[in-house]
């Protein structure tokens, strides 16, 4: 039996609204839906839900995940983020009127340490950031990488238990997604 035959039943209310209507029980069908299905399939609905215009803008939404996450996933999904943004994004951010205390959260951060070669966001360092600075992070990386959507979509398909944190809408429209993509594997 594939994973799609054990939740297919499921799936079948959120294949027929093809928009992903939110329902009440979102959050326990994802759970059954995450506990068997390939995280290429979860990864493929979490962008769908972070690109559709039915829920926030992805900075927000990142931003909610950032918060419900420990500080290993914290520093995972940082490390991501400023992977996706790119030497002139982070510069700008650091740098720029819109950097303020995010430019100097990412200073530190960045900032190389003895020995090491590309700096990464450790833990401790991660739990130091706020919310409204990934938001703003992740606004000014989707901007000039799109494609930050489908990394943060890999990452966090890893981790469904925060993704639960994103509401009922933005779980249906996952749930949507995957039904749609019923021969993923």
């Not at 490390?79 to 790119?86: E, K, R, S, T, V």
């Amino acid at each position: 039996m594939g994973w799609m035959d054990q939740v297919s039943s499921l799936l079948q209310q959120y294949a027929a609204s093809g928009t992903g209507t939110a329902s009440s029980d979102a959050g326990d069908h994802f759970d059954k839906v995450a506990q068997v299905a390939p995280q290429g399939a979860i990864a493929d609905g979490l962008a769908a839900a972070f690109r559709s215009d039915k829920t926030a803008p992805f900075g927000q939404m990142l931003a909610q995940l950032f918060s419900q996450s420990n500080g290993t996933q914290q520093a995972g999904m940082l490390n991501q983020l400023i992977a996706a943004a790119g030497p002139s994004v982070l510069q700008q951010a650091m740098s720029g009127a819109s950097g303020g205390t995010l430019g100097g959260a990412l200073s530190a951060m960045l900032a190389p340490q003895p020995g090491a070669g590309q700096a990464n966001v450790t833990p401790a360092q991660a739990q130091q950031v706020l919310p409204q600075q990934v938001q703003q992070l992740a606004a000014q990386v989707e901007k000039s990488n799109p494609s930050v959507i489908d990394a943060m979509s890999q990452f966090y398909a890893q981790h469904p238990e925060v993704v639960k944190s994103l509401g009922a809408g933005a779980l249906s429209i996952a749930l949507a997604k995957i039904a749609q993509g019923q021969g993923r594997t």
